[in-house]
């Protein structure tokens, strides 16, 4: 029979074990002088008894809250007036429907959240929060509210740098390691969630390097399961040190609420985009490597004789790229990048993004059945041929069109394969020819009446010079379509 003190004790384990995500704050900060913080080694422990169960996060939301700020974007939309509007008898019958009308400018707001990472009052949040935004503010938690000026936006990575317009010294959070993380850490998520005002909810790192299917993004999230919700995007998840270890972007939900699967960018990738801020950019500049890469199945990993499937496979490689000069060939396995595992191709993107152009790294790479380490460089994209955007005009199929010049850089920034040439439509103006035709943004034009396609000038000319016949090449999605206009 257990004895009193042994029931206790009994009682403090079981207790530690069912409340596990109810302790830290204080007791990390306590713990601090035995040098257990910071390191991806340190010692994790379980509540030990009656007094650690007692520890709260309070001190830790006090030390992060005053950096987490709500976000408020303005977008303008034009929007169609009735002629009609206002008057009770047409109303009654036609409703809504616009006859005519003139045009009219109406203003949609939004509302997200961000994080202070810099003194001088840098915030960092979602793209999507102030996508398209005319106007920005950022209220802090104190209430106090400032202009905010927009300094970079990188929809592919979700990320969006404001620059608040004040003359003083801002509260921070500082940046922490993602790559320290493991599944099991605890975390705090903080936000404005449905706009209720700040809002601190608690959970564990679910999984990491997580792709979040059907969203536009580079495959590299935290998972957690502490609760986001509408509102909490551009927030600050930390870790209990008080770090910023990622930026709440998304959730996975069917009903719009939380389902206790929510996502943020690693803090590593925050670091990139804040140094391009830094060094005066309005935009991130990936590294580009000059080869385009695959996932690895089950059958590829059997074939060349890995044990699980894992790294990514090259599958095409740019002649006179990064790749070909340090040796990259077609059917390489690319394994690890400066010693850190890259456990699947959508990963790939999120490790070159993170090391930074202007370096050389190392890649562990399985080439013929037999690994070897090549050095790649890694270089901004280049943009050659020159872009020159164009309004196609003329009378032909391409009138109305907007094209550019395909570059790597180009290719990168609209999300295509960078090995890809050749003219792109950009854009179609409404009610032209191309717009009735069928152009889309995206396609790539590669022939017109048997004439191959290689610059946008070209195209103009002949568009330009008419014709009572036109047949055209285009590639749509990886795919070739023919067709032929009289």
């Known amino acids: 029979m257990l004895n009193h003190l042994n029931w206790r004790i009994a009682k403090a384990a ?8 109810v302790f830290a704050g204080a007791a990390l900060a306590q713990e601090a002088s035995t040098g257990l913080r910071g390191t991806s080694n340190e010692l994790k422990l379980v509540p030990q008894g ?42 009654q019958f036609f409703g809504g429907k616009v006859f005519g009308g003139r045009q009219r400018q109406r203003t949609s707001r939004s ?19 102030i996508k398209n935004a005319s106007e920005v503010k950022v209220a802090l938690a104190d209430g106090r509210e400032y202009p905010a000026e927009i300094k970079l936006i990188d929809e592919q990575s979700d990320l969006a740098v404001l620059k608040l317009d004040a003359e003083r010294t801002f509260p921070i959070v500082p940046l922490g390691d ?33 792709s979040q299917n059907g969203k536009d993004d580079f495959g590299f999230f935290i998972q957690t399961d502490a609760s986001i919700n509408p ?52 935009r991130l500049l990936r590294p580009w490597v000059g080869a385009s890469f695959q996932a690895v199945t089950a059958d590829i990993a059997d074939s ?42 959508d990963a790939l993107g999120y490790r070159f993004a993170t090391a930074g152009t202007g370096r050389t790294v190392t890649l562990s790479v399985l080439s013929r059945n037999a690994k070897k ?45 960078t090995g890809k040439r050749g003219v792109v439509v950009m854009g179609v103006k409404r009610r032209s020819p191309a717009s009735r035709i069928g152009f889309r943004a995206g396609d790539i034009i590669l022939e017109i009446n048997q004439e191959k396609i290689d610059s946008t000038r070209q195209l103009d000319e002949i568009s330009k010079g008419g014709g009572r016949g036109w047949e055209f090449v285009l590639e749509r999605n990886g795919r ?3 067709q032929y206009i009289r």
């Open 14 to 21: 079981i207790a530690g074990v069912c409340l596990g995500g």
């Open 50 to 91: 009656d007094a650690q169960l007692r520890y709260s996060f309070a001190p830790l939301v006090k030390q992060t809250a005053p950096a987490v700020v709500n976000v408020y974007a303005a977008v303008k939309v034009q929007q169609r007036q009735s002629p009609f509007a206002g008057d009770p008898f047409f109303e």
């Open 111 to 129: 509302l997200g959240s961000g994080v202070i990472v810099g003194e001088e009052g840098i915030v960092i949040t979602n793209h999507h929060v």
């Open 178 to 210: 993602a790559e320290s993380l493991e599944v099991g850490d605890l975390v705090l998520a903080l936000g404005n969630p449905f706009g209720v005002g700040q809002t601190v909810t608690s959970g564990i790192v679910s999984a990491l390097a997580r």
């Open 231 to 282: 509102g909490n995007s551009g927030g600050a998840l930390v870790d209990m040190q008080g770090r910023l270890i990622g930026v709440n972007t998304s959730i996975f939900t069917k009903s719009g609420g939380s389902n206790g699967i929510g996502f943020a960018v690693p803090s590593n990738m925050v670091k990139v985009v804040l140094e391009s801020v830094r060094q005066g950019s309005d």
């Open 304 to 345: 060349i004789g890995l044990e699980r499937p894992r790294g990514a496979l090259v599958a095409g490689v740019s002649e006179g790229g990064p790749a070909e000069q340090a040796g990259l060939k077609l059917g390489d396995v690319v394994l690890m990048i400066d010693g850190k595992s890259v456990d699947h191709a």
């Open 373 to 417: 380490d090549l050095k790649i460089a890694l270089e901004p994209a280049p943009e050659k041929p020159a872009r020159d955007t164009r309004v196609i005009g003329g009378r032909s199929p391409f009138t109305g069109a907007q094209v550019a010049n395909l570059s790597p850089r180009l290719a990168q920034e609209i999300r295509m394969d």
């Open 480 to 482: 070739r379509y023919e």
